[in-house]
């Protein structure tokens, strides 16, 4: 009798859209089984299933069906944060689980600079004088010798790091531990202690991943003690900041400005007061979604699969009980 393929289960999104399916698939039917199916259907889906490919990346759905995971060994999530996949369950098994890394960081960074620049200067000013047909003359800042905390000291925050520098834009980080000399950052200060350094900065960029450390991390005591004017920047995860007390800061000081691209309710209520506000600038979690991202989450998940079947060692491997993937120790 011929030996069985292994089995790839593909959680796809209800919607009928274009990319509900990752393409490429076709090259692994030679030596896997490929299912496809979405939220409602897993649990039919996961019985044999070897490996489970989340295409749709932010679908709770897996924990409802964990139950019928009776032979998992993998999980390959396309996104860089876990938080939506994580329980649990999943945290405390034998199921390796890998993430996008390195897909978005370079986006993500190249949205912050013009986050940055635009504010400095006064990209969202000069629109609505636009749309008012005004001609008004003013005068914009420099970002050469600014100082930008970068929470995070991931992939995607040393990315940021590289091209906040590159406009002479100084930097420092926030990260599970404080050290000295980071390759990256130079000075990593302790998360804990953001309210002593926060005030340092005129830039505060989050790009921490959601977890039980960082749920309501920028929280009023922290934004209160930001810099007068400062620019907040979060493209981490919405569930990081508490959005009431950001109106606050920003209404009574001392924060100046927030580009949002990620919020605690996804797609942002309509009157959520945030959208009114001139002194806020706000996209659809949109920050590393550059053309040909999905192409490029694709071709990952298939490099990941073919050393998976060749029983190779699997690049982002998540730390479960930390919620993202470990950088190397030099």
């Known amino acids: 009798m011929a030996e069985s393929l292994p089995i ?23 030596r896997a089984e490929i299912r496809t199916t979405t939220a409602g259907e897993l649990a039919d889906a996961l019985p044999g299933a070897d490996a489970l490919f989340l295409w749709d990346f932010f679908s709770r759905a897996v924990s409802d069906a964990w139950h019928a995971a009776d032979s998992l060994e993998w999980i390959h999530v396309a996104a860089a944060g876990v938080d939506k996949l994580m329980f649990d369950e999943l945290a405390d098994s034998d199921v390796v689980v890998t993430n996008a890394q390195g897909i978005f960081d370079r986006p993500i960074a190249e949205y912050v600079l013009g986050a940055v620049l635009a504010r400095a200067k006064d990209m969202p000013g000069s629109l609505r004088r636009q749309q008012r047909r005004t001609w008004e003359h003013r005068e914009t800042q420099r970002v050469g010798g600014l100082t930008a905390l970068v929470i995070g000291t991931g992939a995607i925050g040393r990315e940021i790091a590289a091209l906040l520098r590159a406009v002479d834009v100084e930097v420092f980080a926030a990260g599970r531990t404080a050290r000295e000399q980071d390759p990256d ?3 990593v200060i302790a998360s804990d202690d953001l309210v002593a350094h926060i005030g340092t900065a005129d830039i505060i960029v989050n790009a921490a991943p959601l977890t039980p450390q960082t749920t309501g991390l920028l929280d009023a005591e922290v934004l209160g003690a930001v810099a007068d004017g400062a620019h907040l920047i979060n493209i981490g995860r919405g569930e990081t900041l508490d959005e009431a007390a950001l109106v606050d800061a920003l209404e009574a000081g001392p924060l100046g400005f927030a580009t949002l691209d990620v919020f605690a309710q996804e797609p942002l209520p309509e009157d959520s007061p945030l959208w009114d506000r001139k002194d806020v600038l706000i996209s659809a979690h949109m920050s590393g979604d550059v053309i ?36 190397p120790q030099s």
């Open 292 to 327: 040909g991202w999905r192409d490029a989450l694709a071709e990952q998940f298939l490099d990941n699969a073919r050393r998976w079947l060749d029983g190779e060692e699997l690049h982002n491997v998540v730390d479960k009980h930390k919620g993202y993937v470990p950088r």
């Open 8 to 30: 790839i289960t593909v959680l796809c999104p209800d919607d009928d859209v274009p990319h509900a399916v990752p393409p490429g698939l076709d090259e692994l039917e030679d």
């Open 185 to 187: 950052f130079g000075t």
